[in-house]
């Protein structure tokens, strides 16, 4: 059973160009959430998704970043027009379920990370 | 607005003995805590959680204490082995919402042989 996978491991990229990472998630999965861990920082929340949909991007800037999980396929993190203070590891993870209604934690598994370098 | 810290951002402690981590947090929401291991170039792995209406959970020589009118956990694992030379995060989580995970910044342990 193949944990979350993520590609690129490692991506380069000048200021102004565009970034896209991607995640698939465990099989069965289908609720996935992004962090980002700057330099010397723990990871910090940006986006959850379900299939098809943005439940809670909260941690996501306002501009330049978007997020997707397509009904078919892995979901997409894309930074537009990239400046040097993007440069961090992005991390995915996914659970089977969860909810507001749901009393119990669902255990996140994480994916081992895109390195993101803007030079 | 730092919701959660460890203050100590790297420990070293001899083989066989106790390693502590620590992790204050602020957000009465939480219900949820975890610790989560991480290696250089790896994601995080989860290592053990507890519940808010626990103040203990042991699992193997790992195990974490709670006190929650101080808001503060314990990560305690002995013995020590080299093995756990890892990035350790704190990790609260508000199951009543969206189950997102508020990362600390981390405490390095390295066990020393």
């Known amino acids: 059973n193949a944990g979350v996978m993520q590609n690129p491991r490692h991506l380069v990229r000048r200021r102004g160009q565009e970034a896209r990472l991607r995640c698939s998630p465990m099989?069965?999965?289908?609720?996935v959430y992004w962090y980002r861990q700057l330099p010397e920082e723990g990871l910090k929340f940006m986006v959850y998704?379900?299939?098809?949909?943005?439940?809670?991007e909260s941690g996501m800037p306002k501009e330049r970043f978007s997020a997707e999980f397509p009904k078919e396929g892995p979901s997409i993190l894309r930074i537009q027009q990239v400046v040097r203070g993007d440069s961090a590891a992005y991390f995915c993870?996914?659970?089977?379920?969860?909810?507001?209604?749901?009393?119990?934690?669902?255990?996140?598994?994480f994916g081992p990370g895109t390195r993101l370098t803007v030079l | 607005d730092q919701q959660v810290k460890q203050n100590s951002p790297s420990l070293s402690v001899q083989e066989g003995r106790i390693s502590i981590l620590n992790c204050d947090y602020t957000?009465?929401?939480?219900?949820?805590f975890l610790w989560y291991k991480k290696y250089p170039a790896e994601g995080p792995t989860f290592l053990i959680s507890?519940?808010?209406?626990?103040d203990k959970n042991e699992d193997g020589r790992f195990t974490v204490f709670l006190n929650k009118s101080a808001k503060h956990l314990s990560l305690h694992i002995v013995p020590s082995q080299p093995g756990d030379s890892a990035v350790y995060f704190c990790?609260?989580?508000?199951?009543?919402?969206?189950?997102?995970?508020?990362f600390g910044t981390g405490t390095k342990l390295q066990v020393i042989p």
């Open positions: 993870a996914s659970s089977p379920a969860s909810g507001r209604k749901t009393s119990s934690y669902n255990e996140q598994f």
């Open positions: 099989k069965g999965h289908s609720h």
């Open positions: 957000n009465s929401m939480f219900d949820y």
């Open positions: 998704l379900q299939k098809e949909n943005i439940i809670d």
């Open positions: 990790a609260p989580v508000n199951s009543g919402g969206y189950q997102k995970v508020t």
């Open positions: 507890i519940s808010s209406i626990k």
